[in-house]
C-alpha cells in the first residue's frame, strides 16, 4: 500500500537549519511530482513547495523561495526540504504529498523555538 512517511522534525533555535525527509513507498514515484506543505498551530494548510517528477524543477512561494529547497532522490524514493535561517514563524507540521492521486503522509512536526 501508499505510504509517506516524513522524518526530521524536531526543536531547533532560530538561525539554525533543518533537513526533512519523505520515504516513499506503494506507488512508482519517480513518475509522480511531490510536493511539501505545512500546517502551524490554528493555522490553515499553507503549500512550502513543489517539485517534478524528475527533479528538475521546483516551485516555492515567494516569501520562502532562498530559504527553502526542495529536492528528490528516485533512486531512494525520497524526498528532501532543505530548510535554513528558521524563523519562530516556520513552527508547523510539515507534510509531503504527491500532486496526482494525492497522498499524503502523517508530518512531522518542526519547532523553532
Known amino acids: 500500500h501508499v505510504q509517506l512517511v516524513e522524518s526530521g522534525g524536531r526543536v531547533v533555535q532560530p538561525g539554525e537549519s533543518l533537513n526533512l525527509s519523505c520515504a516513499a513507498s506503494?506507488?512508482?514515484?519517480?513518475?509522480?511530482?511531490m510536493k511539501w506543505s505545512r500546517q502551524a498551530p490554528g493555522k490553515e494548510l499553507e503549500w512550502v513547495a513543489t517539485?517534478?517528477?524528475?527533479?528538475?524543477?521546483?516551485y516555492y512561494p515567494p516569501r520562502l523561495e532562498g530559504r527553502f529547497t526542495i529536492s528528490r532522490d528516485n533512486a531512494k524514493n525520497t524526498l528532501y526540504l532543505q530548510m535554513n535561517s528558521l524563523k519562530t514563524e516556520d513552527t508547523a507540521v510539515y507534510y509531503c504529498?504527491?500532486?496526482?492521486?494525492?497522498?499524503w503522509g502523517q508530518g512531522t512536526q518542526v519547532t523553532v523555538s
Open positions: 504529498a504527491s500532486l496526482e492521486a494525492n497522498y
Open positions: 506503494g506507488f512508482v514515484f519517480n513518475t509522480y511530482g
Open positions: 517539485i517534478d517528477a524528475r527533479g528538475s524543477t521546483t
